[in-house]
């Protein structure tokens, strides 16, 4: 399965987000625990550039399940990271960063690419757990390959 979704820069579009890749990962088998681990981190990075990104109205969602994997790109393309002031007070540290922090918790690789001439790419790599009447997990793996 892949999907690539162009949304709106703005907090609207992370419920669209999340149903779509919620149904198509619930459609496919995969355990109730381990979508609601991806939709958390992917809502994270969606947060992020909706808050973050310069110069973009739009942002795009890729995504891939592939070799029982689900491998995510959520892409900005601004003008990358506004400089972070100096932290003066460590009790200012609260809210920043805590994103990056739950991303990494649920997801087996989290990297973030970023560069001023091509914006902000979060990429999510989580391997996936199937509820037991999956069908997906008796396919036969070149059979897989060929739907896709």
Same mark, same amino acid.
Request: include cysteine; hydrophobic fraction near 45%.
């Given at each position: 399965?892949?999907?690539?979704?162009?949304?709106?820069?703005?907090?609207?579009?992370?419920?669209?987000?999340?149903?779509?890749?919620?149904?198509?990962?619930?459609?496919?088998?995969?355990?109730?625990?381990?979508?609601?681990? =991806?939709?958390?981190?992917? %809502? !994270?990075?969606? +947060?992020? /550039?909706?808050?973050?990104? @310069?110069? #973009?109205?739009?942002? *795009?969602?890729?995504?891939?399940?592939?070799?029982?994997?689900?491998?995510?790109?959520?892409?900005?393309?601004?003008?990358?990271?506004?400089?972070?002031?100096?932290?003066?007070?460590?009790?200012?540290?609260?809210?920043?960063?805590?994103?990056?922090?739950?991303?990494?918790?649920?997801?087996?690789?989290? =990297?973030?690419?970023?560069? %001023? !001439?091509?914006? +902000?790419? /979060?990429?999510?790599?989580? @391997?996936? #757990?199937?509820?037991? *009447?999956?069908?997906?997990?008796?396919?036969?793996?070149?059979?897989?390959?060929?739907?896709?």
């Amino acid at each position: 399965m892949r999907f690539s979704l162009a949304l709106p820069r703005e907090a609207l579009s992370i419920p669209v987000i999340r149903r779509v890749l919620g149904e198509a990962l619930r459609g496919l088998g995969v355990a109730e625990d381990c979508v609601a681990d =991806i939709l958390v981190a992917t %809502s !994270e990075a969606c +947060t992020n /550039v909706i808050q973050h990104a @310069r110069g #973009t109205r739009e942002f *795009e969602v890729a995504g891939r399940v592939d070799d029982g994997l689900c491998l995510l790109k959520i892409m900005d393309l601004g003008r990358g990271p506004r400089r972070t002031p100096a932290v003066t007070d460590p009790s200012d540290l609260a809210e920043s960063g805590r994103g990056i922090r739950i991303m990494r918790a649920l997801v087996d690789e989290l =990297i973030i690419d970023s560069a %001023s !001439e091509r914006g +902000t790419v /979060v990429h999510l790599e989580k @391997r996936l #757990t199937w509820r037991d *009447e999956a069908l997906i997990r008796d396919l036969d793996e070149p059979l897989v390959h060929s739907a896709g």
